[in-house]
């Protein structure tokens, strides 16, 4: 919030021409940083970090936003820069950093739409996916008609379905690896075996028949 022009106020002479009269020290005293308010300086410092974060500056603006934290008076206001520390993380793949900004957030405040939707965006991308569809399911109690948690919750449900799709296959990988391993010290594998099943619909392991 600055206040005059750069510490010297413009009297207008003539037509073309303008001259810089320097304040006095009395007056000089008013425009300096530290008569601002705190709310003002929280303002500041809150402002010029969204303005590094829009420039892409992340590390700079999470140096700022901690400035501006020390200068808050509300809950409102930390978790607020909470929020944006969480969104810097985001940015950065620090998406441990990002849950805990988030977290930190939603203990000052429960209701803080963004900080769930920030920590549900970095638990999915740390395949934390239960978790990320709890905090989708918050959002959309929030907020039941925001488009991007309902694509978002979408997404993950899907990416969950993957990789326990995915866990399953390595799970039973790892359990053939085994078993050839076993039935080896026989000079069989499970390639000898087959699965059958029967007029009920049960199941059943044997031999498969050896050629003749």
Do not use: W
Request: hydrophobic share 35%; aromatic share 8%.
């Amino acid at each position: 919030e600055s206040k005059g022009n750069q510490g010297y106020v413009i009297i207008p002479m003539e037509p073309a021409a303008v001259q810089f009269e320097e304040l006095s020290s009395d007056d000089e005293e008013l425009t300096q940083p530290h008569d601002l308010s705190r709310e003002e300086r929280f303002n500041q410092l809150k402002n010029e970090a969204n303005s590094l974060f829009a420039r892409a500056e992340y590390d700079r603006a999470l140096c700022v936003y901690q400035d501006a934290f020390e200068q808050a008076d509300t809950d409102q206001q930390r978790a607020m820069i909470h929020a944006n520390r969480a969104a810097a993380h985001l940015q950065l793949k620090d998406y441990a950093s990002a849950v805990a900004e988030s977290s930190e957030a939603i203990s000052l405040d429960p209701s803080y739409l963004k900080a769930y939707y920030r920590r549900a965006i970095a638990r999915q991308e740390n395949k934390a996916y239960d978790l990320a569809l709890q905090d989708f399911d918050q959002v959309l109690k929030l907020d039941p008609n925001l488009a991007a948690a309902k694509d978002g919750r979408a997404k993950c449900a899907k990416l969950q379905e993957e990789h326990l799709n995915q866990q399953k296959e390595e799970a039973m990988s790892k359990l053939k690896d085994l078993g050839n391993m076993l039935l080896g010290n026989f000079g069989m594998s499970l390639n000898d075996f087959e699965m059958k099943q029967d007029e009920s619909g049960s199941y059943s392991i044997g031999m498969k028949p050896k050629p003749t």
